[in-house]
């Protein structure tokens, strides 16, 4: 387990999230919020983190990201209004004083604001020090400042910082933002939720004291794989993928990106996926590999005899089969 890579992805996290929640005021949400999911800036590091720790809610939270579509920013920006804003008052209150102290403005917006300036930091906003986006952008800059530690020493104690801010600040009110909103009707801002809970909730960020390897997908009988791709396109990651060359085809996993979602183990129409501990070194699995068949009128590779396989077993042997695409319609 790569600690250092783990706080450089909850960097990128913490700052994403953090541009997410700001008040957009005059500039307005940051323009990669009207991209899909998984075009979102910090989609790679949270697939990262999901299948490093490999929770539940690491899994559904990368896979609510992976399935938000693209939309206007002005909807978006809507979204957050109706979330944030509301007509009267917010129906979600993105300050911890409003939730620890009972009011705005209270003994913790003051607490916060002397602990920032004690860090050396000067918050650049007109926003108040125990808004969401400030604790995050604090939470992002003590994560980067752990990555960037030269010994154990200042490693630990970065870490320990850190974890004692999400125990006595954002961790206390954040993840029930965050459950909030993923009971919202925006796909977005659900993810945005899930992402807050599981990445604020402290026992989910300590992969170290984890004593089973998260599932991952395994073949035992490669015979029975067809290689229809299936999986390939239920994958919210792209951790699996089919590679082809003269020879062979084959169906690989990418392990550190696999979020253990268990969707390809449910779409597999041959049922042949099973998840299980891996216990390989490498990061690149081959699941599943079959030699490529040759066309009879041209010689060139055709489909597997994995696919043809499948096509003689459903419908018999029609004349076909054996030919590349190209040749198929002039045999
Ligand atoms: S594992 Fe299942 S879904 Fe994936 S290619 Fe093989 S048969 Fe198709
Ligand atoms: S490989 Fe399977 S279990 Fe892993 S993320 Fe992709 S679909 Fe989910």
Request: hydrophobic letters at 40%.
């Amino acid at each position: 387990m790569n600690l250092t890579k783990q706080t450089h992805f909850l960097d990128a996290l913490y700052s994403g999230l953090a541009e997410t929640l700001a008040s957009p005021g005059t500039l307005g949400l940051p323009a990669w919020m009207s991209l899909a999911g998984k075009e979102w800036p910090f989609f790679n590091e949270v697939t990262r983190l999901a299948a490093m720790i490999g929770t539940k809610a690491w899994t559904r939270a990368a896979v609510a990201l992976s399935e938000v579509s693209s939309s206007a920013l002005t909807t978006r920006q809507a979204e957050y209004e109706q979330l944030f804003v509301g007509a009267t008052h917010p129906p979600i209150w993105l300050y911890e004083s409003h939730y620890v102290d009972g009011r705005m403005l209270g003994p913790t917006t003051f607490a916060l604001s002397k602990l920032y300036t004690a860090c050396g930091l000067e918050a650049d906003g007109a926003e108040l020090p125990d808004h969401a986006a400030l604790e995050l952008s604090f939470l992002a800059y003590l994560a980067r400042q752990e990555s960037a530690a030269m010994d154990a020493v200042q490693i630990r104690e970065w870490g320990e910082t850190r974890k004692l801010f999400i125990k006595s600040h954002a961790g206390v009110w954040l993840p029930e933002v965050g459950k909030t909103l993923a009971r919202s009707n925006y796909p977005a801002w659900v993810a945005i939720g899930l992402l807050l809970t599981a990445s604020l909730t402290e026992q989910k960020i300590t992969p170290q004291l984890k004593t089973t390897s998260p599932l991952l997908p395994q073949i035992k009988e490669m015979d029975k794989c067809i290689l229809c791709g299936f999986c390939v396109q239920v994958c919210p990651t792209r951790a699996l993928a089919i590679h082809e060359d003269r020879e062979t085809t084959s169906l690989w996993l990418s392990s550190p990106l696999c979020v253990h979602c268990n969707k390809c183990m449910h779409v597999c129409p041959e049922k042949v996926i099973e998840m299980g501990e891996e216990n390989l070194p490498s990061h690149l699995i081959l699941l599943c590999e079959s030699p490529r068949g040759i066309c009879p009128k041209c010689g060139e590779p055709t489909f597997s005899q994995a696919e043809i396989k499948a096509v003689v077993d459903k419908i018999g042997n029609p004349p076909w089969v054996e030919y590349c695409l190209k040749c198929r319609t002039i045999a």
